[in-house]
C-alpha cells in the first residue's frame, strides 16, 4: 500500500505521544440508509437560550465563554481548539469518554453541553431525549458535509436531523508482515486461524464485535439470511455467538485501549487482529512492519456525530462549535490527526498529506458501501419490522463470550 506508506511518514512524531494518551474504547459509528437531507428548521427553538440567527447566536457565545464537550479523545486538542476559543470566545472544556456507554451516562448527568457520540451511542440519546434536533441553516458549515453521511438513521430521526457528521473509518485487519504471510484478504484469517497466528489475536472488546462477526457469515452462511448486521434474529444472533465462542481460545488480547493493542503489536505479542486506522498509522510511522486491509467481505465502521445536550448551558458555544469542528481546516487537522475520513470534503485541500484523502478513500462513496457503520440493535429490527436482539440481549452474550 504505497499511499499508506507515504502517509505513514507524517505519523512518526505522534507514535511519542502514544504513552500519553488517554484509554479509548470504542464504539464508533452507525449503519444507516440513505435519504435526503433534514433542514432543522424547527430546531432553534428546542433549547432555551439559544440565539434564533448566526449573529445573535455570536453574541450570546461571547457571553456564555464556554462550552463543556464529552469526547473522544483528541477530538477537541487543543492544537485546533485554542482556535476555536480566539474566533469565539467560547473556551473548550473537555472530558474524554472511555465507551459509548460511559459518554451516555456522562451526558445524563447534565454537566456537557454536548458530546461527539459514534453510533452506538447517538441512537439512544436520540431515543432518550438526551439531545436535540439541530437546526442546520444555523450551522454553515453542513451544507458542504458528504450527502451519504446525512439523514442517516444514527444521526436523525423523524427526518430531523440531531447533529453534524464529524468523520469516519473502518474497522480494518492488521498484521504483522514478518509473521503472517501470505498477505490475508479475508476475515477468515481470523476466524479459521493458522497455528501461527493463534493465541496472538487481537480483537476489540465490545458487544458491538458481534456485528463483525455477522459480516463473516453473512458472506459465507447466506442460508442464514443475514442482511444488516446489527439487526439479528434468534438464529442469526446465535450463529454469531458461537463463532465468537469458537475463535475465543486463539485470542490474545481483547483491546479497549489503542495504545495498549500499539504496544503489543510493536512487541510482537500479537500478529493479527482488528483496529483502527490511527493504530496502523503510529505503528508505520515508527517503522513497524505492519499492514492493514479492509477484507473481501466488508468490515464493521464508525461515523461519529457531534450532539448538543438538550439542556445545554452554553448552546451558542456549543452550536459555533459544531460548526467550527466542520470546517475545512478544523476537520482536516483532527481527521489526519486520529486516521479517518473527514466529514468535509473540502478539508482535503487543507491536510498535510496531500495523499490523505485519498488513502482514506474521503471522496469515493464505493469505497463505504460494505462498511457497516455501528449502531444501536433494536427490538424492531431498526424499525424494519421483524423480532431481533436488543442491545442488552448483546451486553449479556458478550459477557458470556468472555466468561
Not at 467550527?324 to 487543507?350: D, H, L, R, T
Request: charged share 20%; net charge negative.
Amino acid at each position: 500500500m504505497t499511499h499508506q506508506t507515504r502517509r505513514a511518514l507524517g505519523w512518526s512524531a505522534l507514535a511519542l505521544l502514544v504513552g500519553t494518551l488517554s484509554l479509548v474504547a470504542a464504539g464508533r459509528g452507525g449503519d444507516g440508509a440513505g435519504g435526503g437531507e433534514a433542514s432543522g428548521d424547527k430546531a432553534s427553538t428546542e433549547i432555551e437560550g439559544l440565539g434564533s440567527s448566526l449573529e445573535e447566536i455570536k453574541s450570546k457565545a461571547k457571553e456564555e465563554g464556554q462550552v463543556d464537550v464529552v469526547i473522544w479523545p483528541g477530538y477537541a486538542d487543543k492544537s485546533w481548539a485554542s482556535t476555536f476559543t480566539k474566533q469565539t470566545g467560547c473556551k473548550v472544556v473537555t472530558k474524554d469518554g472511555t465507551t459509548s456507554d460511559d459518554m451516555i451516562d456522562l451526558v445524563s448527568t447534565g454537566q456537557y453541553d454536548g458530546v461527539s457520540a459514534s453510533g452506538n451511542a447517538s441512537v439512544r440519546l436520540m431515543k432518550r431525549g438526551d439531545v436535540s434536533p439541530v437546526n442546520t441553516d444555523l450551522i454553515p458549515n453542513y451544507a458542504d458535509v458528504s450527502h451519504g453521511l446525512k439523514n442517516q438513521d444514527y444521526n436523525s430521526m423523524d427526518g430531523q436531523a440531531y447533529g453534524v457528521p464529524h468523520g469516519r473509518g473502518p474497522n480494518l485487519l492488521m498484521w504483522r508482515t514478518d509473521v503472517v504471510n501470505p498477505a490475508p484478504t479475508s476475515w477468515s484469517a481470523i476466524w479459521n486461524a493458522t497455528p501461527t497466528v493463534r493465541k496472538k489475536i487481537s480483537i476489540y472488546d465490545d458487544s458491538i464485535f458481534i456485528a463483525d462477526a455477522a459480516i463473516y457469515l453473512k458472506a459465507t452462511k447466506p442460508d442464514l439470511k443475514i442482511d444488516n448486521p446489527y439487526q439479528l434474529n434468534d438464529e442469526q444472533f446465535q450463529a454469531a455467538v458461537d463463532l465468537l465462542k469458537g475463535l475465543k481460545p486463539n485470542v490474545g488480547e481483547w483491546w479497549a485501549d489503542y495504545a495498549k493493542q500499539i504496544q503489543s503489536y510493536a512487541n510482537k505479542d500479537i500478529v493479527i487482529g482488528t483496529t483502527w486506522p490511527y493504530q496502523e498509522n503510529i505503528l508505520k510511522g515508527d517503522k513497524k512492519p505492519v499492514e492493514a486491509v479492509k477484507p473481501k467481505e466488508g468490515t464493521t465502521g464508525w461515523s461519529d456525530t457531534w450532539m448538543i445536550y438538550s439542556k445545554a448551558a452554553h448552546p451558542n458555544c456549543m452550536y459555533l462549535w459544531m460548526n467550527y469542528i466542520i470546517s475545512p481546516q478544523a476537520n482536516a487537522k483532527v481527521a489526519e490527526w486520529f486516521g479517518e475520513a473527514p466529514s468535509n470534503p473540502k478539508a482535503c485541500s487543507f491536510t498535510t498529506d496531500k495523499s490523505f484523502c485519498d488513502a482514506m478513500h474521503a471522496n469515493d462513496e464505493s469505497y463505504w458501501k460494505n462498511i457497516y457503520y455501528w449502531t444501536t440493535p433494536t427490538a424492531d429490527c431498526g424499525g424494519k419490522g421483524g423480532t431481533c436482539k436488543t442491545q442488552q440481549d448483546w451486553v449479556n452474550a458478550w459477557t458470556e463470550i468472555r466468561g
